[in-house]
């Protein structure tokens, strides 16, 4: 993998020696390099620290995992289907999770009010919990979709 030689990923690219395998591994990186950007300008304690390594992990985890499935089907088009995939599933879990938070924060006004308040350290675990769940949801979707478009041939019709 390339650092810095911006020149030298480009004649790999230019020349066609860049493989899928190659991509995957700039993808992975730039994918762990997204999810600890989302923590710069937090504050640190052990429960951040603790919620930076479970959403690396599962990003870890759900990268390769599509891109196993993809590997073990047609092995065509990876970022393609990932950037396409991708779109309409985080979309829909952004309106789920707009209108899950509407409600929440209903509740945690609700049962805040009654007992002088919710505490600030629940409510960051909650958070953490929901955060790994929204992930582990995103790419367990994701990788349906892998699995669907990566088997499927032109002679069978899609369900």
């Known amino acids: 993998m390339i650092w810095f030689n911006l020149q030298e990923l480009e004649r790999k690219i230019i020349e066609d020696k860049l493989s899928?395998?190659?991509?995957?591994?700039?993808?992975?990186a730039f994918s762990i390099m997204g999810a600890l950007s989302m923590y710069i300008n937090t504050s640190y304690s052990l429960?951040?620290?603790?919620?930076?390594?479970?959403?690396?992990g599962i990003t870890i985890?759900?990268?390769?995992?599509?891109?196993?499935?993809?590997?073990e089907g047609?092995?065509?088009?990876?970022?393609?289907?990932?950037?396409a995939l991708a779109w309409v599933i985080s979309f829909r879990l952004f309106i789920f999770t707009m209108?899950?938070?509407f409600f929440i924060s209903?509740?945690?006004?609700?049962?805040g009010s009654k007992g002088g308040g919710v505490n600030s350290y629940v409510t960051d675990i909650f958070m953490m919990i929901i955060v790994s769940l929204f992930g582990l949801v995103y790419y367990l979707l994701l990788n349906n979709s892998f699995r669907?478009?990566?088997?499927?041939?032109v002679q069978q019709p899609i369900a």
């Open 148 to 153: 669907k478009v990566s088997s499927r041939s």
């Open 99 to 101: 209108i899950a938070t």
């Open 20 to 28: 899928e395998q190659d991509g995957f591994e700039y993808f992975l």
């Open 61 to 71: 985890w759900g990268s390769y995992l599509i891109f196993k499935t993809n590997s």
């Open 47 to 56: 429960l951040t620290v603790l919620e930076v390594a479970i959403v690396v």
């Open 74 to 83: 047609d092995r065509k088009d990876f970022f393609k289907r990932y950037f």
């Open 106 to 111: 209903i509740l945690l006004l609700t049962f």
